[in-house]
């Protein structure tokens, strides 16, 4: 069964602070993506990779192909990195197959 | 602003009527997707298009949900004899194969 898997559901953390979001997915694919949700807003795309590491900013993802496993880190945390981010991935036909989310927030 | 354009944003609409969503993807992306939210979860796929053609169908998109995408460019989502279950976020994305997903600001449907 094709499957993304992240944790934690929920991130409450205190501004500056460095934050770890996990992404584990069941087969192989050809490239993850990771992307933001603000409340009731759209999605934006932070990511796609499909090795390596890749840095934007004060985001950085990396990803680990043989353990089928990514990660996004935020460091120097601020209220505004407050939003849900989801990793996807496009099992078989590019079709992305969505995590559940995790849940940030950011306290002053 | 993504590139990808929905509307209408928000549709209240009853229960029993139908409703239409439009996409305007990234001029040059081939693939269009459409996706539904609901409150606390993921995006769930219903359909996607390569150009004009549509290529895969979710059982979630059940036979009152039907889209097109005539020319290959916008794509349109219609919803027949809603239903409360039906009330989400519709979502749009497109992407050239093999690249970055865009996604549209989504069409909130309430159907009351």
């Known amino acids: 069964k094709n499957e993304v898997e992240q944790s934690p559901q929920n991130l409450t953390a205190q501004e500056g602070e460095f934050i770890t979001i996990n992404c584990s997915y069941s087969?192989?694919?050809?490239?993850l993506h990771w992307l933001q949700q603000h409340p009731g807003g759209g999605i934006v795309s932070l990511f796609m990779?499909?090795?390596g590491k890749k840095k934007h900013g004060r985001l950085i993802a990396t990803i680990n192909i043989q353990e089928k496993h990514s990660s996004l880190h935020i460091t120097a945390s601020h209220p505004r990195d407050s939003a849900v981010y989801i990793c996807?991935?496009?099992?078989?036909?590019?079709?992305?197959?969505f995590g559940t989310g995790t849940r940030l927030t950011i306290i002053p | 602003d993504t590139g990808v354009s929905q509307n209408p944003r928000h549709k209240i609409t009853k229960r029993g009527q139908n409703v239409t969503f439009r996409c305007d993807p990234i001029?040059?992306?081939?693939?269009l997707y459409w996706y539904r939210q609901t409150l606390g979860q993921g995006p769930e796929f219903l359909t996607y298009?390569?150009?004009?053609?549509?290529?895969?169908k979710s059982r979630l998109l059940s036979d009152r949900f039907s889209a097109e995408r005539p020319k290959g460019s916008f794509s349109t989502l219609e919803i027949q004899r809603t239903e409360q279950g039906d009330s989400a976020m519709y979502l749009c994305?497109?992407?050239?194969?093999?690249?970055?997903?865009?996604f549209g600001e989504g069409s909130w449907l309430t159907v009351v």
């Open positions: 994305a497109s992407s050239r194969v093999e690249n970055t997903i865009y």
């Open positions: 087969v192989g694919i050809s490239a």
């Open positions: 990779l499909s090795s």
């Open positions: 996807a991935a496009p099992f078989g036909n590019e079709k992305l197959t």
């Open positions: 001029s040059e992306h081939n693939r």
């Open positions: 298009f390569q150009n004009e053609a549509q290529l895969e």
